[in-house]
């Protein structure tokens, strides 16, 4: 049987239609069980690969001859042989091509919605880090909102439906992953926007995002209304996109909200995160789709793989909007959070502009999961 190359647009499509997959994953168990390829509807079976350098021989009775096999690892040179090896038992399968750093790469545009006029809205889905990001596209114009350092991807994406991005927004200074704002305002001649408070320390010019600022993308007067909204950064910000769409940032997810601790503040941050989720989000329409910046289980993608709900659903089945007791909100922020995203201390330095990491660097300091929700 042949070895065939799976790309990790093709698994993307399995996570999002539920289909069948065996995975075998030839990753140190460290390594599997810090992070995985995560689906409804994947089995899945580690060995590592130094376990498997003598045969396969041993491992065929977990190996299912009736499913799709797909091998997993780091970068796709082990997978390649432990699939070879498979193949001449005679099993059909596959390798991931490019390894776990393709799909952490990976970056699935899905429609989210339509509004004014012929404007729409997309959704970025990295589904294996758990980022998202959005294009607002308006009568020729673009605006791009939390982009990763894919940045070939939006503009290609730009390209084929005939947009020029002419804004780019960050919500907050990110810790987990390396922004491709400012790359791709310098690449088109975008506005760069970022919130000053949480641009003290970067070496780079940007425009001011505060409080009330209101851009307008295409003849159709798209509004993306900035709202203020600290506690996962000082100064995270919020947008309403046509009074329609609720960018969270990293302030509310699906299934968590933000965790104030990543630039070390999370005493003093958390009043913040209060604030904003108790007291500025409730003012706002219930009807808003929130769309956040990150999702942390892929239970939170919707059947046409999106992640987005209706604020008033959250405030009413989110728990960490339904903590009355202050101290008791105060204790979940601060002692129920996960391990810090691997090298966030140098993401925040990339994204300042304080060091300028190759891109094999970048990667290295990207893998693993999405860190940004309190559990």
């Not at 689906?39 to 499913?67: A, C, H, M, R």
């Not at 432990?82 to 776990?100: F, K, Q, T």
């Amino acid at each position: 049987m042949a070895v065939t190359a799976m790309k990790a647009s093709e698994v993307a499509k399995r996570v999002i239609n539920k289909a069948d997959l065996f995975v075998l994953d030839v990753r140190n168990e460290n390594d599997f069980q810090d992070w995985k390829i995560e689906s409804e509807n994947f089995q899945y079976v580690n060995i590592p690969y130094f376990d498997l350098l003598d045969g396969v021989e041993e491992i065929l009775g977990q190996i299912p001859t009736e499913k799709e096999v797909l091998v997993v690892c780091a970068k796709e040179g082990s997978s390649i042989m432990i699939a070879e090896m498979l193949s001449d038992e005679g099993h059909d399968v596959s390798y991931l091509a490019g390894g776990m750093k393709a799909w952490s790469e990976h970056l699935e545009p899905v429609k989210v919605g339509e509004l004014a006029g012929d404007a729409s809205l997309y959704q970025f889905v990295r589904l294996g880090k758990g980022c998202l990001s959005y294009m607002v596209l308006s009568n020729g114009e673009a605006a791009l909102i939390d982009a990763t350092r894919m940045t070939d991807v939006y503009t290609d994406f730009a390209e084929a439906n005939g947009v020029k991005i002419t804004h780019v927004f960050d919500t907050h200074l990110h810790a987990d992953h390396i922004s491709g704002g400012r790359k791709i305002a310098e690449a088109t001649g975008a506005t760069y926007w970022l919130p000053p408070k949480d641009a003290e320390e970067v070496t780079f010019e940007y425009q001011a995002l505060e409080d009330g600022n209101l851009v307008k993308i295409g003849n159709t007067t798209i509004d993306i209304h900035a709202l203020y909204s600290p506690g996962h950064t000082i100064g995270s910000t919020s947008f309403v996109v046509g009074e329609k769409y609720l960018l969270s940032g990293d302030i509310l997810f699906i299934d968590s909200i933000g965790r104030p601790d990543l630039a070390g503040m999370a005493e003093d941050w958390v009043g913040d995160l209060r604030e904003s989720l108790y007291k500025r989000y409730r003012e706002l329409s219930g009807e808003l789709v929130v769309l956040p910046a990150h999702f942390m289980i892929i239970d939170e993608l919707n059947e046409d793989g999106s992640v987005s709900e209706k604020l008033s659903t959250l405030f009413a089945q989110n728990h960490g909007l339904n903590i009355e007791d202050e101290n008791e909100f105060r204790k979940l922020v601060t002692e129920n959070l996960p391990p810090q995203p691997n090298a966030y201390q140098e993401i925040r330095e990339t994204n300042m502009g304080k060091i300028n990491p190759d891109e094999e660097k970048q990667r290295e300091m990207e893998i693993g999961p999405n860190r940004c929700a309190v559990r």
